[in-house]
């Protein structure tokens, strides 16, 4: 049996074990220490962001960028329903309402239209939106941080899978109050398990960073007058990371290029249609996505599945999830859609050529 095609796995740069043996020589196997800082340097070299804070994950990120703002308990959190959960799940720590948001076909992202029916149909003013830009490819940014703007609600941006994506020459992330990428396994970039917020304020990334510290106040002993989390990231893997930051426009240019070679061999064919990208803006085509027309996602994903090809059906949207059958939502079916529709095709960028061929032609003779 050939070995098994994932969706899209880690990808070293080769340069991960040196930056980790440094960390070794230093001694510093904690977390903090100088790796953390270099990677956080790298972040907002890459992003222009100003103040960034490496973190376990990306969900723990959006968890602090909730607790900084001050929402709790009865406040109502809008959110991209087109998702995956942990970009949600935070409002639940913080017991907040959350209000879901679905897509449109242009961006398969949040609708802005829908936006401003949620704003007012809420049955409370909104503190925050939690926008997620899906799959690498950015969500109608500008006018969506207006909307929010003109209703003063906080902005947070997802860009858990849009690393190095850009919004209207603005790198994803970096337009609203916090922004937050995420280095699990399987992202575009990889430090095994981590995550990264950023923010244009200074003071908040700092009290970030108090919350993530277990809330220690300043004295010799252990004070607290306020609870927080253990959220940092360690020194080790912060190494991975430096190394990872290093290749990032490789990375891009690969799955864009895995992207263009799936459209050349599937275009047209089964009434399939690829993720869009809006004008002015670059995603980082983190998975190549698409919906068929009249095919079953399923049985594609099981024919692949026969030849040990990893594949996903798109993300169920929050709205559909059975822990939000009861939960605040504006919809219009596109994300329903889409997830019925839906497929995610392997994009790991190891894949060459020929891989992408292999997995096309099977796609298509599961069309056929
Ligand atoms: C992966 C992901 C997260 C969570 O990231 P972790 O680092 O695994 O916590 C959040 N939102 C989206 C959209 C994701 O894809």
């Not at 070794?24 to 790796?35: D, T």
């Not at 060459?352 to 003779?365: P, T």
Request: aromatic share 8%; proline share 5%; net charge negative.
């Amino acid at each position: 049996m050939t070995p098994r095609l994932f969706l899209s796995p880690p990808h070293m740069s080769g340069r991960e074990q040196e930056y980790i043996a440094q960390a070794f020589e230093s001694n510093y196997v904690a977390p903090l220490g100088p790796m953390v800082e270099k990677f956080e340097q790298s972040i907002r070299d890459c992003t222009a962001a100003p103040n960034a804070l490496a973190l376990s994950s990306a969900t723990a990120a959006i968890h602090l960028a909730l607790r900084v703002l001050g929402i709790g308990e009865g406040d109502v959190v809008l959110a991209s329903s087109f998702t995956f959960i942990g970009s949600v799940a935070p409002i639940l720590y913080q017991n907040a309402t959350p209000f879901f948001i679905d897509s449109d076909l242009h961006s398969w992202n949040l609708d802005p239209d829908l936006l401003e029916q949620a704003i007012a149909a809420s049955p409370k003013k909104p503190k925050a939106l939690i926008l997620t830009h899906l799959y690498g490819q950015c969500a109608d940014l500008q006018r969506i941080a207006r909307i929010c703007d003109e209703h003063g609600i906080y902005l947070i941006e997802d860009a858990a899978e849009s690393l190095g994506a850009l919004c209207g020459g603005r790198q994803s992330g970096t337009m609203g109050i916090f922004g937050v990428y995420s280095f699990n396994g399987n992202k575009i970039l990889t430090t095994s398990g981590g995550g990264m917020l950023v923010s244009p304020h200074k003071e908040l990334i700092e009290k970030a960073r108090f919350f993530a510290t277990q809330a220690r106040d300043d004295a010799p002993h252990y004070e607290h007058t306020d609870y927080g989390y253990n959220y940092r990231m360690s020194n080790i893997l912060a190494a991975i990371g430096v190394a990872q930051m290093e290749v990032l426009e490789e990375r891009i240019a690969a799955r864009r290029q895995i992207f263009q070679w799936y459209r050349e061999a599937l275009e047209g064919i089964g009434e399939i249609s690829f993720m869009p990208e809006l004008p002015g803006s670059r995603g980082n085509r983190w998975l190549t996505t698409l919906t068929f027309g009249y095919a079953d996602p399923e049985k594609v994903r099981l024919a692949l599945e026969e030849y040990n090809i990893e594949s996903r059906p798109l993300w169920k949207p929050m709205h559909l999830q059975p822990l939000f059958r009861d939960a605040l939502r504006v919809e219009n079916g596109t994300s329903a859609q889409l997830f019925a529709r839906g497929i995610c095709l392997p994009s790991g960028t190891q894949m060459k050529h020929e891989d992408v061929m292999r997995v096309a032609g099977i796609v298509k003779k599961a069309l056929a």
